[in-house]
């Protein structure tokens, strides 16, 4: 009887899935084969799925519960709702067979016992038999009660449990995908609970969740027991990890982004109050819930879990996992882990990318962006589904939910929504996972969504442009491009990608590309740190108390404001070397003029204003000069900080804007006395070639650099003798103007007589074919375009070369 009931999480694996559900079946496959590893995993004790079945025949409940889901209109949420509750509520106030109760208990004091204790504290876990089914996502569909004590709660509990298997969101999601409702079963686990209420807790994910990107763990995570994570109640912190570097000593955090963290659920204080939820005092809000070592730790645990089971199916099977600190030992453990279903079943062959047409709109909010689709429609506000507040008001498909934060019964709505929008949540909560599932577009955590958007509204919910989601007025419009990347024909020319955005980085990585020939730290710069370098160094002296305020409140969470600087630069640069590792990143440092930087904050205390900012005070120039200096040592420090300290010596660096090799040695020097010198680890120095005189001294330029990189916009307003910002000349702007095309065959035949490298990173190529062949049959080595312009840029590079191999093939 107790084998058949009751088992020992240890004593189960995979092979038991349909005794013990998929979540049990995991953390007994782990216990058995990781901890080994030095992964650890709380123990405890299964109650089986036969032990669910004899509960069902003891009080008669399948036939019951047969009749009332036959009778359910699945096109009506009352109806779905009314059964559903019926449903729970007679498992509810069923009655355990004697015996079974018995055994429970039984095993429940000894686990008690184990810890030294009458009653310990427990988690009771549902684990459905469906959860680890490779076509359909069942996780979190069950509950889970946290901080059980007792015998009594511990009955309640289970219950609860069984009755979990028809929650309205199960019985709906089973009919969708067409799962006979007692084909599948559930179990219930009891584990000893981690004191997480007095540390942290929350998920981590073995690939990026929304691009599908595999090289990288994202965690999230906030303070106390992480149940509010996935309620969505608050926003909390996230960190990513790139894997290909993690085991080789080096810190390959990539991304921190500080969550608001302001409450926290944690023990309650009385027998009828499990857990609580209190605020979280101010200093540790601006915390984050996690140090370095202990994230790193977290992301080896995870790349374990990944590739074990990985082997173990024998096909790629990135992990969802549950963690948890314990507050009193501070020892990380693994609560759950379960496969990812949704990009693991993607065909990666197939690129499919939602483009929003040019528009004026500004956004009406911005939030954090699920997926990568566009969604449009009319607004509707819901708080509850109960019948009595939404009369006459219903939800009808194709509206754009709004809400507070979904419910995981608001299943049957979500499915019909055209998009997604919460005040609260982060990419790991409820709404953000059912959306990711269902293919909706979901932007959550915008924190005021049901203050500024109104019953009726027509909106553009828009996913497609970065990690930021954006909701904007109006049904814009937005092209679906499908490419299929296998039927792509293969270049010789290097085809690389402009990429300004760390927060498109990863989507971008599945195009094909040999790198990244331009990735700009103005943006960077501008949107992940906002405020002028030397005033986040000088700001003290400036008697400016409202700037001074500003940079206290931005650079919590980090030491001071160099290291702010430092680290917030080598996140969005090792984001993008991260996405395209290990082919080669170019980096530019920061080529702003001067009118740019002072719009910055704090800018207008260190820019002076000039007649010309485009041939004024920008690039080379900045970096030695002593109004400036400190700053470039900044960029250099977080360019050496993404390359020794996380590892990504595929990052290069490339020098804007240098006038005179004097300029030039006088930079690489300054790169030299902060760790930065060419050849040294690998790294490659690039020279931006966008002026006459680097065409005009090349051979003593390349003496100093591995390569040029061509960049036309400037070279083209300078070559010609014209401001490319005004109107009155544009029509004389063309890079194919026979003078600037004789300054590109100079510079290449020079970059080949000197054997360096040349490359360009303007859209010339890609905007028009004939300069593209112009620039292949002069021989250059890399033609870098931005993203969209890949697809059509290297099927007219295809037909360049091939059209190059005929004429050679006649002439023999």
């Known amino acids: 009887m107790e084998n058949k009931f009751i088992l020992g999480l240890h004593e189960v694996g995979i092979k038991d899935l349909y005794r013990v559900g998929g979540k049990n079946a995991s953390l007994g496959e782990m216990i058995q084969h990781l901890t080994k590893r030095g992964i650890r995993i709380p123990s405890g004790f299964i109650i089986t799925v036969d032990a669910y079945q004899d509960f069902l025949s003891f009080n008669h409940l399948e036939s019951k519960i047969n009749l009332l889901v036959a009778e359910i209109d699945y096109d009506n949420i009352e109806s779905l709702r009314r059964t559903g509750l019926q449903i729970r509520n007679m498992i509810r106030n069923s009655k355990f067979p004697p015996e079974l109760s018995k055994l429970i208990i039984e095993a429940y004091y000894k686990m008690s016992l184990d810890y030294g204790q009458e009653i310990t504290d427990v988690a009771v876990r549902s684990s459905a038999t469906a959860e680890d089914l490779p076509d359909a996502s069942f996780a979190g569909q069950q509950e889970t009660y946290l901080n059980v004590r007792g015998p009594a709660a511990i009955m309640d509990s289970v219950r609860n449990c069984f009755a979990s298997l028809f929650t309205d969101r199960a019985i709906s999601y089973r009919q969708n995908f067409g799962f006979d409702h007692f084909a599948i079963s559930i179990s219930v686990c009891i584990q000893k609970m981690v004191r997480s209420d007095l540390g942290s807790s929350g998920v981590a994910f073995s690939l990026d969740t929304e691009s599908g990107f595999k090289d990288v763990v994202v965690i999230n995570g906030i303070f106390g027991l992480g149940e509010l994570i996935v309620q969505g109640s608050v926003s909390p912190d996230e960190f990513i990890v790139f894997k290909p570097t993690l085991n080789d000593n080096y810190v390959p955090i990539i991304e921190k982004k500080m969550g608001l963290k302001d409450h926290m659920m944690v023990y309650g204080d009385d027998p009828d109050e499990r857990v609580k939820i209190i605020p979280v005092e101010k200093t540790m809000q601006n915390k ?65 990318e939602y483009v929003i047409q040019p528009h004026q709109e500004k956004p009406l909010l911005k939030g954090i962006a699920v997926g990568d689709q566009i969604g449009s429609g009319r607004v509707k506000i819901v708080y509850s589904l109960d019948k009595r507040l939404t009369e006459g008001t219903e939800f009808k498909a194709g509206d754009v939910l709004v809400t507070d934060m979904t419910d995981p019964d608001w299943e049957p709505i979500m499915k019909n929504a055209s998009a997604i929008i919460t005040n609260k949540g982060g990419r790991t909560c409820h709404a953000a996972i059912i959306a990711r599932e269902m293919g909706v577009p979901a932007i959550v955590g915008c924190r005021n969504a049901t203050v500024i958007l109104a019953d009726g509204m027509e909106v553009t919910a828009s996913c497609a442009e970065g990690d930021e989601g954006l909701v904007y007025s109006g049904n814009l419009l937005f092209d679906i491009v499908e490419t299929r990347l296998d039927e792509l024909p293969q270049i010789k020319t290097k085809l690389m990608l402009n990429v300004a955005s760390p927060s498109m980085a990863f989507r971008f990585s599945h195009i094909p590309n040999s790198g990244v020939g331009l990735a700009r730290e103005e943006f960077i710069i501008n949107n992940y740190i906002g405020i002028h370098p030397m005033a986040l160094l000088k700001h003290r002296g400036l008697k400016d108390d409202e700037l001074s305020a500003y940079i206290k409140n931005a650079i919590h969470g980090f030491e001071n404001e160099e290291q702010f600087f430092i680290q917030k630069l080598s996140f969005g640069v090792a984001k993008i070397a991260a996405a395209f590792y290990p082919n080669t990143v170019i980096v530019r440092f920061s080529d702003f003029k001067t009118n740019e930087y002072r719009n910055m904050k704090g800018g207008e205390h260190f820019e002076p204003l000039e007649e010309n900012p485009m041939i004024g005070w920008r690039g080379a120039s900045r970096y030695y000069s002593e109004a400036y200096r400190e700053a470039f040592e900044l960029e250099c420090k977080a360019i050496q900080r993404v390359r020794e300290s996380m590892g990504l010596k595929n990052v290069a660096v490339m020098i804007p804007f240098c006038r005179t090799l004097e300029e030039l040695e006088k930079v690489t020097g300054i790169m030299k006395e902060n760790h930065l010198e060419k050849g040294k680890s690998g790294l490659e120095v690039y020279l931006m070639a966008e002026l006459p005189s680097n065409i005009l001294m090349a051979e003593e330029f390349a003496a100093h650099i591995s390569g040029f990189s061509i960049g036309s916009n400037d070279l083209t307003q300078l070559t010609l003798g014209l401001d490319r910002d005004s109107a009155l000349v544009a029509h004389l702007y063309d890079e194919r103007n026979p003078a600037v095309k004789r300054m590109l065959s100079m510079l290449i035949r020079q970059a080949k007589t000197s054997g360096v490298r040349v490359g360009i990173c303007g859209q010339g190529p890609s905007d028009h074919p004939d300069f593209a062949q112009f620039l292949v049959e002069e021989g250059i080595d890399s033609i870098s375009v931005t993203p969209d312009s890949v697809i059509k840029t290297i099927k007219a590079i295809y037909a360049i070369e091939m059209k190059q191999q005929l004429s050679g093939a006649q002439c023999v």
């Open 288 to 352: 984050f819930c996690m140090d370095d070592e202990m994230i790193l730790q977290l992301a080896k645990w995870v790349t374990i879990i990944e590739s074990y089971y990985t082997q173990l199916k024998e096909y790629w099977c990135p992990m969802d996992v549950e963690w948890a600190v314990d507050g009193i030992t501070n020892q990380l453990f693994i609560v759950q882990a379960r496969p990812e279903t949704i990009h693991s079943r993607k065909d990666h062959t197939r690129l499919k």
